[in-house]
């Protein structure tokens, strides 16, 4: 019998009509390629991010870090109490439970600064807040999953990855630094290439939501619960990261910029501890849930950033927002008694 006519081109005959096809790594090529080319994209966009960035500004947070602080306690300190209290209350698996934990646990994303940036919100708190965020995760992600997830396995079995965080690390600080000083040196041309990374962010952001849905679409077979949990994860976390900050007594400005880095999570980097830390078996039932975060934060932060955007028309955009004490510098007595010399009446 000709094997030919049965097997395929590029198949291996081994006993008769049985025919061995070699296993396709398409998927894994496009994934690299895809990677490296939205990494550089991304650097270009958070390149742009930096040229709205005032270095005055941005050294008042770091000296007066009461925003900062504010954003720290919701990164966190709500953040993985909420995926604790979700995975509880749902009664999920234990490698379930471990992993929704662990998204709660990472550092905020990138993606946070350009939505910051179409809300109005404070570039420069939503830069130095990824940039501590990401520093601090480095202790706060072992400390978080020693106290959050010893219930269901030893944290000395999760695998941080350490050489990503930083080099998240490097991939923000770096192309913002240049922003900065571009901005510092030459403000006019900061301000167009504001306008065109600020939309690349947008184009960008929807960019890898869809690209990782195409890779992974074969592992969108998933308990119905963490599709629950994945949409109710992310509101929760704009949510309460918007109302402690208001409850501080940040200006509305900042409250929608904490929210956005409380609730937008690195994805990413919950992806690469997920594969490094437990077996292919395991995978199955775990691997798309920061997959299924990342699209439901994109997609709630989308309804946050209409909903704003849909105020702003409707009421129009208060320019004055409410000031943080600290930043106002009082008027010095000499202009307060030419003032008054000013409207002195006449002595008669």
């Excluded at 709660?104 to 994303?109: A, L, Q």
């Excluded at 395991?282 to 934060?297: A, C, D, M, R």
């Excluded at 955009?317 to 007595?333: R, T």
Aim: charged share 10%; proline share 5%; net charge neutral.
């Amino acid at each position: 019998m000709d094997n030919s006519a049965v097997c395929l081109a590029n198949a291996t005959v081994c006993n008769g009509t049985s025919c061995v096809v070699p296993e396709s790594n398409f998927n894994a090529v496009l994934s690299v390629i895809l990677s490296a080319v939205l990494t550089t994209l991304l650097a270009l966009v958070m390149f742009s991010m930096g040229c709205n960035v005032e270095i005055k500004k941005f050294l008042g947070h770091i000296r007066r870090p009461w925003g900062i602080c504010v954003g720290f306690l919701c990164q966190f300190g709500i953040m993985p109490l909420t995926g604790f209290i979700l995975s509880v209350a749902f009664d999920i698996l234990p490698l379930q439970a471990v992993v929704v934990i662990i998204m709660g646990c990472c550092p905020g994303g990138t993606s946070s600064n350009v939505l910051a940036y179409w809300v109005d919100g404070d570039m420069d708190l939503s830069i130095s807040m990824t940039t501590c965020s990401t520093l601090l995760a480095l202790g706060m992600m072992p400390l978080c999953l020693l106290i959050y997830t010893k219930m269901w396995v030893d944290s000395g079995d999760i695998v941080i990855p350490y050489d990503s965080i930083g080099t998240s690390l490097v991939a923000l600080v770096v192309p913002v630094s240049v922003g900065i000083f571009v901005n510092h040196k030459w403000p006019d041309k900061a301000k167009i290439i504001l306008k065109i990374g600020s939309i690349t962010g947008i184009i960008l952001i929807v960019l890898i939501a869809v690209v990782g849905g195409l890779l992974y679409q074969s592992a969108w077979i998933i308990s119905p619960k963490l599709w629950v949990i994945g949409i109710i994860f992310p509101f929760a976390g704009y949510s309460l990261g918007f109302l402690l900050a208001r409850i501080a007594g940040q200006p509305w400005n900042r409250c929608r910029t904490v929210a956005l880095e409380t609730g937008m999570q690195n994805a990413q980097l919950c992806s690469t501890i997920v594969q490094l830390s437990f077996t292919p078996e395991e995978l199955n039932v775990i691997f798309t849930f920061p997959l299924i975060y990342s699209i439901f934060q994109l997609v709630v932060a989308a309804l946050f950033l209409g909903l704003y955007v849909a105020h702003k028309k409707c009421f129009g955009k208060n320019n004055v927002e409410l000031p943080d004490g600290k930043d106002i510098e009082p008027l010095p007595k000499a202009s307060f008694s030419k003032a008054n010399e000013e409207f002195q009446p006449d002595e008669k």
